[in-house]
Antibody, heavy 117, light 111 residues
Framework: QVRLLQSGAEVKKPGASVRVSCQTSGYIFNTYGLTWVRQAPGQGLEWMGWVAYNGDTKYAQKFQGRVTMTTDTSTGTGYMELLSLTFDDTAVYYC???????????WGQGTAVTVSS | IVMTQTPLSLIATLGQPAAISCRSSQSLVHPDGNTYLSWYHQRPGQPPRLLIFEISKGMKGVPDRITGSGAGTDFTLTIDRVEAEDVGLYYCMQAAEFPLTFGGGTMVEIK
């Protein structure tokens, strides 16, 4: 059974950074990409970037220079680190598996990140 | 690519059909010939769930009464007979080119 289990909720101060993990199981990790999507309170879905199965990354321009997405193939875990947090970064962050059809066929449960002074 | 969904919200009747439209600002036909348009359903407090990929291919476990159609820049998600479990937000998404983009979402409620 495919599962994506994300790390727990975080509260950060403005200017800090956050690292969210995504532990996968139930499939061969390095045959699928991982992507990160966030959802601000009451808002829609926003694609942040992805890590291809071979480790190549592609980030949304909005997050370039501020986000890093990595994977650890030995543990089947993906990571998303976001720097220089502002109040606008308060959101639920989801990791998802990217299928061969470029759709997000499995989602993590989400990690709430709150930026508060 | 800008993805525009209509309507923003709809009130559906149990057992009756409902449809959501998604329009892209440019063609979603990828150079490889495929069209990477997918649909997701999100219930309150839950992560989204994939319903449809490549315009009309149903994800395993999605009921047959939920279908996708369209081509080029115009796409539709149709629910043939609305059931109570269909409430929530629906999003279309394009993966034809970076950055990947979602529609703004359509809220479905039951009358």
């Amino acid at each position: 059974q495919v599962r994506l289990l994300q790390s727990g909720a975080e509260v950060k101060k403005p200017g800090a950074s956050v690292r969210v993990s995504c532990q996968t199981s139930g499939y061969i990790f390095n045959t699928y990409g991982l992507t990160w999507v966030r959802q601000a309170p009451g808002q829609g879905l926003e694609w942040m970037g992805w890590v291809a199965y071979n480790g190549d990354t592609k980030y949304a321009q909005k997050f370039q220079g501020r986000v890093t997405m990595t994977t650890d193939t030995s543990t089947g875990t993906g990571y998303m680190e976001l720097l220089s947090l502002t109040f606008d970064d308060t959101a639920v962050y989801y990791c998802t598996r990217v299928s061969k059809s470029k759709c997000f066929d499995r989602w993590g449960q989400g990690t709430a990140v709150t930026v508060s002074s | 690519i800008v993805m525009t969904q209509t309507p923003l919200s709809l009130i559906a009747t149990l057992g009756q059909p409902a449809a959501i439209s998604c329009r892209s600002s440019q063609s979603l036909v990828h150079p490889d010939g495929n069209t990477y348009l997918s649909w997701y359903h999100q219930r309150p407090g839950q992560p989204p769930r994939l319903l449809i990929f490549e315009i009309s291919k149903g994800m395993k476990g999605v009921p047959d009464r939920i279908t996708g159609s369209g081509a080029g820049t115009d796409f539709t998600l149709t629910i043939d007979r609305v059931e109570a479990e269909d409430v929530g937000l629906y999003y279309c998404m394009q993966a034809a080119e970076f950055p990947l983009t979602f529609g703004g979402g359509t809220m479905v409620e039951i009358k």
